[in-house]
T-cell receptor, first 109, second 114 residues
Framework: GQNIDQPTEMTATEGAIVQINCTYQTSGFNGLFWYQQHAGEAPTFLSYNVLDGLEEKGRFSSFLSRSKGYSYLLLKELQMKDSASYLCAVMDSNYQLIWGAGTKLIIKP | ETGVTQTPRHLVMGMTNKKSLKCEQHLGHNAMYWYKQSAKKPLELMFVYNFKEQTENNSVPSRFSPECPNSSHLFLHLHTLQPEDSALYLC?????????????FGPGTRLLVL
């Protein structure tokens, strides 16, 4: 079966750095997405990786290793507004998105 | 503002009621999706429409009935629902091609079935 694993919850301190991991087992691979979802709001697109390596976008970076079935989202200089759930999703060989259950990130002052 | 709107934002209904959820996208996309989001579970894809044609129906019970009259509008008709259908229902849209199918989501309808 297809599976996406990410931690259920993480806690970090304002101003610090946090890394949210995602491992996947899917039938085929056509890219990996990270979304941010604040409580009661729509998921919003953060990043897309289809090739190995690190993609940097401001305070957020996303890394992919296809051989290891692994990705991480790195958040730097954490702000209170970064408190949200972070969803990892992989597009499989049928171009269907397979979703993880999300990681709830709690930022403390 | 994400360009995808959903109404209503909240809905409470009894098991014998009939209601409809509405989604509208203003992004010029050709694909639209319905997802179910339950607490601490992955997003569950329910239906996909590509150029107004239904291309996916992931074994969704018949008490959920989608309708896509044009590429900008998507409805989810609900009837004789069960309490376990209580969840957040999210609509999304994407370009419709296969290159980088980034999906853009609406804010969702929070549904409670009593």
């Amino acid at each position: 079966g297809q599976n996406i694993d990410q931690p259920t919850e993480m806690t970090a301190t304002e101003g610090a750095i946090v890394q949210i991991n995602c491992t996947y087992q899917t039938s085929g691979f056509n890219g990996l997405f990270w979304y941010q979802q604040h409580a009661g709001e729509a998921p919003t697109f953060l990043s897309y990786n289809v090739l190995d390596g690190l993609e940097e976008k401001g305070r957020f970076s996303s890394f992919l290793s296809r051989s290891k079935g692994y990705s991480y989202l790195l958040l730097k200089e954490l702000q209170m507004k970064d408190s949200a759930s972070y969803l990892c999703a992989v597009m499989d060989s049928n171009y269907q998105l397979i979703w993880g259950a999300g990681t709830k990130l709690i930022i403390k002052p | 503002e994400t360009g995808v709107t959903q109404t209503p934002r909240h809905l409470v209904m009894g098991m014998t009621n009939k209601k409809s959820l509405k989604c509208e996208q203003h992004l010029g996309h050709n694909a639209m999706y319905w997802y179910k989001q339950s607490a601490k579970k992955p997003l569950e894809l329910m239906f996909v429409y590509n150029f107004k044609e239904q291309t996916e129906n992931n074994s969704v019970p018949s008490r959920f009935s989608p309708e896509c009259p044009n590429s900008s509008h998507l409805f989810l008709h609900l009837h004789t629902l069960q309490p376990e259908d209580s969840a957040l229902y999210l609509c999304a849209s994407s370009q419709g091609g296969r290159d980088q199918e980034t999906q853009y989501f609406g804010p969702g309808t929070r549904l409670l079935v009593l």
